[in-house]
């Protein structure tokens, strides 16, 4: 049976997926990647159970689960204990030194700019899923003025909704500075 990429994004969506098994006696190399850079965007694990042989590149590991041969794909690094610590202790000490040294400053000046140039407050902030699809709340700089599609409606070339200091916000990508609290708290992560 040929592969149906379609038909698992459709199942995966709105659903808790953690893992996905595909079995099948082949799999070509394009559904075989397809499939891959499905679960990583998403952070689904994928495994392949095969009878062929598959060569184990720098991305997989092979596994023999109860005789058959089991692919993991691919080996994400922060799965180890020790490397999650690292990357969580790099978060917090690069996003509080962003914080101390920047934003610090920054959020006051900005802060007085935005409130200058429209009512409203200083933040916009949004809904995001986060690991293991936690809900959090995402902090920006507000760049819009208050309306009651910010939610639901993007923003497009010539909005009207964005202010003058929103522009420039945008445009330097000052608006998404605020989020280096979101990383100090634990809510998301340096990339």
Not at 118 to 133: E, H, I, T, W
């Amino acid at each position: 049976p040929v592969m149906n990429l379609q038909r698992i994004q459709e199942f995966c969506e709105g659903r808790e997926v953690h893992e996905i098994f595909y079995c099948s006696a082949s799999i070509s190399d394009d559904d075989f990647r397809d499939l891959i850079d499905f679960g990583l965007n998403r952070f689904i694990r994928i495994k392949v159970i095969s009878s062929v042989s598959i060569v184990a590149g720098n991305d997989l590991s092979l596994n023999n689960d109860e005789r058959q041969l089991v692919s993991n794909h691919p080996v994400v690094p922060l799965d180890d204990p020790g490397n999650r610590a690292l990357k969580r202790a790099m978060d917090i000490i690069f996003s509080a030194l962003v914080i101390g040294l920047i934003l610090s400053w920054l959020i006051p000046l900005i802060g007085f700019l935005i409130k200058m140039n429209s009512r409203g407050p200083v933040y916009f902030v949004q809904k995001r899923a986060g690991l293991n699809n936690r809900a959090f709340n995402c902090l920006k700089f507000r760049t819009m003025f208050i309306n009651g599609e910010s939610d639901i409606k993007q923003a497009t070339k010539d909005d009207p909704r964005i202010t003058s200091i929103g522009r420039f916000l945008r445009k330097s990508s000052l608006d998404e500075f605020p989020q280096f609290i979101n990383v100090l708290i634990g809510d998301m992560s340096l990339i």
